[in-house]
C-alpha cells in the first residue's frame, strides 16, 4: 500500500537556523508530490507541490522541496527559519497517472522555532 | 462563504452514540475528502467523492463510519455507535476535480469527541 513516512515527529530550532524536514514514500510509480503546513489555529493550506519538470520546486515563504525519485524522497528545506514558521507539516503522496485523486499524508512534523 | 465549511466545530457525545458532520464544499468544487486528524497521527485519508463517481472508501476505519455526498454538493459523514477511539477532529476538504491538481482546500474541522 502506499505511504508516507517523515521521520521527524518534532523539530526545535533557533531562528535564522537551516530547515530539512524528511518525507518518503513507498509508492514506485509516478507520483505528485505535496507540502502542507498547518499553522497554530488555522487550517491546511498548500506550502508546494512537484508534478513534473525541475526537481527542485519552490514554494511560499522561501520554502523549497527537492524530489530525488532514486531515494523516493521530498525533503522540505528552508535556508533561515523565522519565529513565524512555527507549524505543522505535513508531506503528501498522489499517484501522478490517472485522476486518482487519492491524497495520502504523512504523520507530520511539528516545528518549533525559538525567537 | 468562499471556503470549505463545516459543522459542527465542536461535538461532544456519548459512546454508543450516532453522530453526523456536515461538509459544504467550496462552489463548483467536484471532489471532496474526508479525513481524520488524530494527535500523533497525522491525517488519515477516510473517503474521497469525484463527480458521479462511486466513491473511494477504502480509508473508513469500519462498517460504522459512513458518508453520502448529496447533488454533488454537501457531505456527511456518519459515525454509528460511536467509541472513544473515534475522538479526532474530522477534515473535510474540495479541489476542483478533472486534472489532478493535488490542492486541496481544507475547512476547520470539526472536533469530536466521545465521552
Given amino acids: 500500500a502506499q505511504s508516507v513516512s517523515q521521520h521527524n515527529h518534532h523539530v526545535i530550532l533557533s531562528e535564522a537556523a537551516s530547515l530539512e524536514l524528511g518525507c518518503n514514500y513507498s509508492y514506485g510509480g509516478t507520483v505528485n508530490l505535496f507540502w502542507y503546513v498547518q499553522y497554530p489555529g488555522q487550517h491546511l493550506q498548500l506550502l508546494l507541490k512537484y508534478f513534473s519538470g525541475d526537481p527542485l520546486v519552490k514554494g511560499i515563504k522561501g520554502f523549497e522541496a527537492e524530489f530525488i525519485k532514486s531515494k523516493f524522497s521530498f525533503n522540505l528545506r528552508k535556508p533561515s527559519v523565522q519565529w513565524s514558521d512555527t507549524a505543522e507539516y505535513f508531506c503528501a503522496v498522489t499517484r501522478g497517472s490517472g485522476n486518482t485523486g487519492k491524497l495520502i499524508f504523512g504523520q507530520g512534523t511539528t516545528l518549533q522555532v525559538k525567537p | ?115
Avoid at chain 2, 91 to 115: D, H, I, K, Y
Fill in chain 2, 1 to 115: 462563504g468562499a471556503g470549505v465549511s463545516q459543522s459542527p466545530s465542536n461535538k461532544v457525545t456519548e459512546k454508543g452514540k450516532d453522530v453526523e458532520l456536515r461538509c459544504d464544499p467550496i462552489s463548483g468544487h467536484t471532489a471532496l475528502y474526508w479525513y481524520r486528524q488524530s494527535l500523533g497521527q497525522g491525517l488519515e485519508f477516510l473517503i474521497y467523492f469525484q463527480g458521479n463517481s462511486a466513491p473511494d472508501k477504502s480509508g473508513l476505519p469500519s462498517d460504522r463510519f459512513s458518508a453520502e455526498r448529496t447533488g454533488g454538493s454537501v457531505s456527511t459523514l456518519t459515525i454509528q455507535r460511536t467509541q472513544q477511539e473515534d475522538s479526532a477532529v474530522y477534515l473535510c476538504a474540495s479541489t476542483p476535480g478533472g486534472a489532478n491538481t493535488g490542492e486541496l482546500f481544507f475547512g476547520e474541522g470539526s472536533r469530536l469527541t466521545v465521552l
